[in-house]
């Protein structure tokens, strides 16, 4: 896949205001780009993946980061540590305060993640697509709701659906739709939560994840849906009726002409 042409036509049909971002999961052993900017070592922060991937699509930059490098919920929804058995009862979280959950409503939420095998993978890598220099396993999109109707619309209608299932998430929202991406191999529609919203995601904004393997069926379907003419962004308005002005206004264009 051209990374760099899907990018170009992203631009073209959607105009996105940030990088679309390209992320893989990374087995253990596997080289990471030259230039990968790694929290902790060659950049002096401490962060979370939803915040790696802010500076992603906000800077340009590709960042790598460990298991020690994410919040908990993100580390047992990429399988980058271990579900003991405190957490997935809900008892560590009740006991520690989280979200002022009791023990079962922790364990609920926990139960809700969709989960990567533990040990599978050893770091999150994430790159801007046009510069991604990896095969990535999905593409994410932020965008308004305008831009992210286009993009579904283009996946569906050229197979004749009209409905896509959504799992909407008030958490570890990166569990839905890196997570479960991969696990389903379909598109995940996403809320942007209070990670993100901490880590510069705006009110406006949604995101839309997108297996690797069907960038390239997205890409025929919004050069399908802006060729129709009507399902395109900037979304057409209707402006095919008589300008209205303030009082007096016709009378002075009158006297001018005459």
Same mark, same amino acid.
């Given at each position: ?11 073209? &049909?959607?105009? =996105?205001? +940030? ?8 087995? /253990? ?18 962060? +979370? ?8 699509? $906000?800077? !340009? #930059? ?5 298991? +020690?490098?994410?919040? #908990? ?7 980058? %540590?271990?579900?003991? @058995? ?41 790159? /801007?697509?046009?510069? %991604?220099? &990896?095969? =990535? ?11 992210? #109707? ?7 209608? @050229?197979? *004749? ?9 008030? !958490? ?16 995940? &529609? ?20 997108? @297996? ?7 890409? *025929? ?10 399902? $395109?962004?900037?979304?057409? !308005? ?7 002005? /303030?009082?007096?206004? $016709?009378?002075?264009?009158? *006297?001018?002409?005459?």
């Amino acid at each position: 896949m051209d990374l760099a042409k899907v990018n170009k036509d992203l631009n073209r &049909f959607l105009r =996105p205001q +940030s990088y679309p971002v390209a992320l893989r999961m990374c087995a /253990p052993g596997e080289k990471i780009p030259q230039g990968a900017k790694i929290p902790g070592q060659n950049l002096d922060l401490s962060l +979370s993946v939803c915040h790696a991937i802010a500076m992603t699509r $906000r800077y !340009g #930059w590709t960042m790598a980061l460990d298991r +020690s490098q994410t919040c #908990w919920g993100a580390a047992l929804g990429l399988g980058l %540590a271990p579900l003991k @058995p405190d957490v997935a009862d809900g008892t560590r979280q009740a006991e520690l305060g989280v979200w002022r959950h009791p023990k079962e409503a922790a364990a609920a939420f926990v139960d809700s993640f969709s989960k990567l095998d533990y040990g599978k993978y050893e770091r999150v890598l994430t790159a /801007p697509l046009e510069r %991604a220099d &990896f095969d =990535p396993h999905l593409i994410l999109i932020y965008g308004s709701p305008a831009q992210i #109707w286009v993009l579904v619309s283009a996946y569906l209608l @050229p197979q *004749h659906k009209f409905t896509m299932n959504a799992t909407l998430s008030i !958490g570890a929202g990166c569990t839905t739709y890196i997570a479960k991406t991969m696990i389903t191999g379909e598109p995940q &529609f996403g809320l942007v939560g209070i990670g993100e919203r901490f880590n510069n995601a705006q009110d406006h904004e949604c995101v839309l994840a997108i @297996p690797a393997s069907k960038m390239e069926m997205f890409m *025929h379907g919004l050069a399908y849906v802006s060729k129709a003419g009507f399902i $395109r962004y900037p979304i057409l !308005g209707f402006l095919r009726y008589d300008s209205e002005h /303030p009082e007096g206004y $016709r009378e002075i264009l009158e *006297h001018l002409q005459a």
